[in-house]
């Protein structure tokens, strides 16, 4: 038998990495999260696209030419367009990674059953989970692309660092991604479900994405300063206006150690569910 | 269940069984569909602890956030808010009207899909003594409670935050609920012909009420857009909805057959999604 | 051909009932009486007729020509007076998941306009009835088939209805869930409701059924109690022989003749006789030696057979 097994088994080099969760090959996830998108729903995935460029027009253009300018923190006085254009790139990179970690992957633990087949071969639970967020991200970065040609069309990158929003929405992405199905994972119905939109509503209208934080009492400042999302803006109105600062460096970190966590998080609770 | 059995055996005699069938059949055809709406609120109920937060959370944001927040941009740029009013009370009346739209557009779509398709109840309720057009009735009343209720609610923190210069104000809400039903019940009519899933909902929220949500003259003045652009606003129930709210919550001008355009389109909406609705209901259970 | 019952005042009624899809006629001019308390059964192939009847009985589906009457009432006119009188227990469970099993009766109930304090104990009592008393405050999704079968029974009754309709009440469950199932029925049966069932289960229609009409595209070809259609379309015994797929037809053909029938299938050859160990006996005389051999009862198999020419279940 011994001898049968070890001719029938293609030799499989297991990453150095958390070798029995994850055996390097996440992108067939990715793959087949692709296929299945690409047959079904492609249309729904690119009107995605849309939405974050329906209110540009809206709120920048419309109800900006009531505006004016804003005042960046450094005192830099810049077009209402120009203001919130990178919050919504911000807001898009946070809704897209939240709903492909959250109710995608919901509807495939609790209804699809699929991770239970995945799981079958000889993907590992990271597999699974870095796949997911990959497609999430891959997906992520095509309206990101799309949504920086509409500014650039539009006038309202006004720094050459504007580039530097396309890493900034993935690295923004994967940390919401990576957090959103770790907690996922604890959800069991629709109505646990519904609460995430409860923290994502207030973070969309209140972390600096329409208006600065200024016009806030002090405790809530500190609050939304908390929040991921407000450094998600401030990263990449950054970028996107020319205007750094010291705290850019920061917002970066905020994302990475968010990421370190929620990929722990993640595969822990997937170890925990599948691998029982 | 030797009780429930008597009852069918004593009665061999077909007259006698008739008259019993006409007698049960009145209380279902006056009230058929209070029952359905009955049940609806009590599937609600499982919704309840989501429904109050969002109930009482979207106004407390969407008020902070718009009228107070984005207000001070607004009306430190124009001096004085918009259409002569700070932008609280520009923005407030049309907030009301768009939140009402959402619920709306959620409770007349996938709710009618489960019916229909995915938990069939619709099916089971008319295999008892109720009639197609009565599910739909009933499923309506639910949904205008539901709306009814969020409306008085945010007209309330509208009051609070000080939106509301004007005494008529609370008219306000019968433009929110109507603005949620005209919109509401021809989706409903649409969903209840739908077969299939394909996302088509999706597609209604992303092409058709968000863009209605930004561009009915809700956060600015529908004048504010080229002029080839204004058909958005006539079309849209957003529109006639916040317009109407305008009028009733800081009395904003405008002439008289207008506003009664307004009613007239947001009532007439309603009605014939309604009255759609029920035809293709009917339809489609009678198999 | 008119099917008539023995009773005075059937309560339900139907004649040249029709009901096509475009030109496909589902339902293609039956007629049939049902008398109040008897159990009625619909046996058939899938796709022959069988629900779309149902649906027409139950008042939920227009008839397209024929005459039909049920409680004495014309349902094109009197879909609610009608179904306040019938408890449905449709072919797929349609329980309403968002609900908890004892809400489930008790809003079902209220469709109905009996009132909730009427509506408490009564839950109760059906509950009991079946079995489910336990469940009470359990999800749908947690119950298994059997129970969600079950319930939807118990919420037919809630209404105590004259007749109760169920379309094929045990497609899709185990053997023990199946028997559990028709043990309900037949308390039912027995305290006198009228029962009228579709099924393509022989045993369950031999099980419930006083009465019933073998339908197929359409058309009824057949009626009587099971033990006469047996009798007047099958032999007492059948005998079942295996040659192998390859021999089965030229075996059929030395062995003609030796019963009153003979039926030809893929895998078996059927030699209809009301003594089959001694048509065996006969068939081993002609020196044929089949793999296997089995002599059985008739059954309504046969009878499906015999008039159609096709096996019940494909």
């Known amino acids: ?276 | 269940m030797s009780e429930l059995a008597a009852s069918t055996t004593e009665t061999p005699d077909l007259e006698s069984a008739k008259a019993k069938a006409l007698a049960a059949g009145v209380k279902p055809r006056k009230y058929g569909g209070w029952y359905v709406a009955e049940h609806r609120l009590l599937s609600m109920r499982t919704y309840l602890q989501t429904m109050v937060a969002t109930g009482v959370g979207t106004p407390l944001l969407y008020l902070y956030a718009m009228g107070v927040g984005l207000a001070t941009l607004v009306d430190a740029d124009q001096g004085q808010g918009l259409d002569k009013v700070s932008y609280l009370v520009f923005v407030a009346p049309a907030l009301i009207c768009s939140a009402a739209l959402t619920t709306a557009t959620e409770e007349f779509s996938y709710p009618i899909m489960l019916g229909f398709k995915w938990n069939p109840t619709f099916f089971g309720m008319n295999s008892a003594p109720l009639e197609g057009g009565q599910i739909i009735n009933g499923v309506t009343y639910s949904v205008l409670f539901r709306l009814v209720a969020q409306s008085i609610v945010y007209y309330l923190f509208m009051l609070l935050f000080g939106a509301i210069p004007s005494p008529l104000g609370w008219l306000s809400i019968f433009a929110a609920v109507a603005t949620g039903t005209a919109l509401g019940t021809m989706l409903m009519a649409y969903a209840s012909r739908l077969e299939e899933d394909k996302g088509q909902f999706n597609y209604i929220m992303r092409f058709g009420v968000i863009p209605l949500t930004l561009f009915s003259g809700t956060f600015f003045p529908l004048t504010a857009l080229p002029v080839w652009l204004h058909w958005i606003g006539w079309i849209s129930p957003l529109w006639h909805g916040t317009e109407l709210s305008r009028v009733f919550a800081y009395g904003y001008s405008e002439p008289i057959w207008l506003t009664v355009t307004h009613v007239v389109y947001l009532v007439a909406l309603t009605a014939i999604g309604w009255w759609l609705a029920r035809r293709i209901a009917v339809r489609r259970l009678n198999k | ?314």
């Open chain 3, 1 to 314: 051909m008119v099917v008539v019952s023995a009773s005075k005042s059937p309560v339900v009624a139907a004649e040249s009932l029709t009901k096509k899809y475009k030109d496909f006629a589902a339902v293609d001019g039956i007629s049939f009486e049902i008398a109040q308390g008897e159990s009625f059964g619909f046996l058939g192939p899938n796709g022959a007729g069988k629900s779309t009847t149902m649906r027409m009985v139950g008042a939920v589906s227009t008839r397209t020509s024929g005459s039909l009457s049920v409680v004495g009432l014309d349902p094109n006119n009197y879909g609610p007076e009608i179904r306040s009188q019938l408890g449905v227990v449709p072919q797929a469970d349609n329980l309403d998941t968002e609900l908890k099993v004892r809400d489930n009766l008790i809003v079902y109930g209220r469709y109905f306009g009996l009132s909730r304090s009427y509506l408490g104990p009564k839950a109760d009592e059906l509950l009991e009835f079946a079995q489910l008393k336990e469940k009470a405050k359990e999800r749908i999704d947690d119950l298994s088939g059997g129970m969600k079968r079950r319930l939807t029974i118990a919420r037919a009754l809630i209404n105590d209805p004259r007749i109760l309709l169920l379309d094929e009440p045990t497609t899709g469950l185990d053997p023990q869930a199946r028997h559990i199932l028709w043990d309900r029925l037949f308390r039912l049966k027995e305290q006198g409701t009228t029962l009228i069932l579709t099924t393509h289960y022989m045993d369950e229609a031999e099980q419930l059924c006083d009465r019933l009409v073998v339908i197929d595209k359409g058309k009824i070809m057949a009626e009587g109690s099971p033990a006469a259609l047996i009798r007047k379309y099958s032999t007492r015994e059948v005998l079942e022989l295996r040659f192998g797929s390859e021999h089965n037809a030229a075996a059929a053909k030395k062995v003609e003749g030796l019963g009153e029938r003979i039926e030809v299938l893929p895998d078996r050859v059927l030699i209809y006789s009301d003594n089959g160990e001694a048509t065996l006996q006969k068939v081993t005389e002609t020196g044929l030696n089949p793999i296997t051999s089995l002599v059985r009862r008739s059954s309504l198999e046969d009878v499906f057979l015999r008039l159609t020419g096709r096996s019940l279940i494909e």
């Open chain 1, 1 to 276: 038998m011994t001898a049968l097994d070890s001719r029938q088994t293609p030799k499989v080099s297991r990453p150095f990495l958390l070798p029995s969760l994850y055996a390097g090959n996440a992108r067939s996830v990715m793959q087949r999260g692709v296929l299945a998108t690409a047959s079904t729903n492609w249309l729904i995935v690119v009107s995605g696209f849309f939405e974050p460029v329906f209110y540009l027009l809206a709120m920048g253009i419309g109800l900006g030419s009531f505006i004016g300018t804003v005042e960046l923190p450094g005192g830099q006085p810049v077009p209402y367009a120009a203001y919130i254009a990178p919050a919504l790139l911000a807001v898009a990179a946070m809704n897209g990674a939240i709903f492909d970690s959250t109710w995608n992957v919901f509807f495939k633990m609790n209804f699809g059953k699929l991770y239970d087949g995945m799981l079958a071969t000889s993907l590992g639970p990271f597999d699974v989970a870095l796949g997911e967020i990959m497609l999430a991200l891959a997906r992520g970065f095509v309206y990101a692309c799309g949504f920086m040609i509409v500014m650039q069309v539009l006038g309202l990158n006004l720094s050459w660092m504007a580039i530097l929003a396309l890493p900034s929405v993935l690295l923004i992405a994967f940390a919401f991604a990576s957090f959103g199905m770790g907690i996922t994972s604890y959800m069991k119905t629709f109505q646990q479900m519904d609460w995430i939109n409860f923290i994502m509503l207030p973070m969309f209208l209140l972390s600096a994405t329409f208006f600065p934080i200024t016009v806030y009492p002090t405790a809530l400042q500190w609050v939304i300063q908390a929040m991921p999302l407000w450094h998600g803006v401030e990263l990449i109105r950054g970028f996107t206006t020319g205007a750094i600062d010291a705290a850019t460096p920061w917002h970066v970190l905020y994302f990475a150690v968010m990421i370190v966590l929620g990929m722990t998080l993640t595969t822990r609770r997937l170890k925990a569910l599948f691998l029982k």
